[in-house]
């Protein structure tokens, strides 16, 4: 739970900053590029393994890029009916971070008891909180005109990490009671198609910045270093 206040914060500093400051875009860039290759990693190397155990890999693999995809596409409809933030339409994209931050928070308390993904999680989530929360705020402000309310607005949205943190261990073990292996397996297809579009989104939107490709590939590279010195870990 601690963790889910952490990540909260990072995004609130970060959301603060973006909307007082605007956004540094190169720090964002590369920090959010750390934080899509960890998680990628995770996803590839720690999640899809472990839902493979109830599918088979193959389906495992399949049914987390399907989910990963749903979220680009819901990000992508989201983002594009606020396209026009003059006209004060942010709506669209506060409701898409909303989603998206309260899958941060039921992620990082789901796998906090996992002996390597506990760590590498929280950490690769925090990477990408400031940056999140910067662009968030900053956006905000253009589209509203007003520090105060973007800000107001911007942190309501990343508080919605702290309630999905709240809301996943009841929601887990009355899931997990009634359907079983399947609602775990289906939980974490959830939780690593967010994680790819995480990295998707770095990866497709920031490339062509300097050292974004190169630190998203360590990050990715470390997290498989270890997934394959440790095994998986549980
Ligand atoms: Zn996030």
Redesign the pocket.
Known sequence: MAAAWV?TVL?LIGVIAGGVLGQSKTISAHLAAAGGGVLSGICLFWLIPEIAETSGFAFALALTVIAGAALVALDRVLAHTGHSPRHGMVGPLLLA?AI??F??GWSVRALATKPLAGIAVPIG?AL??IP?GLAIGWITRKAIGSTARAILASGAVELL?VIGAIVEPPAESSGAAVFGERWTAAVLTIVGGSFLF?GFHTVVSERKKVGVMPVFAMAFGVVGLFAWVHGRGG
């Open positions: 990540l995004a971070t998206h931050s899958l941060d989530l990408h909180k999140e990490t995480l």
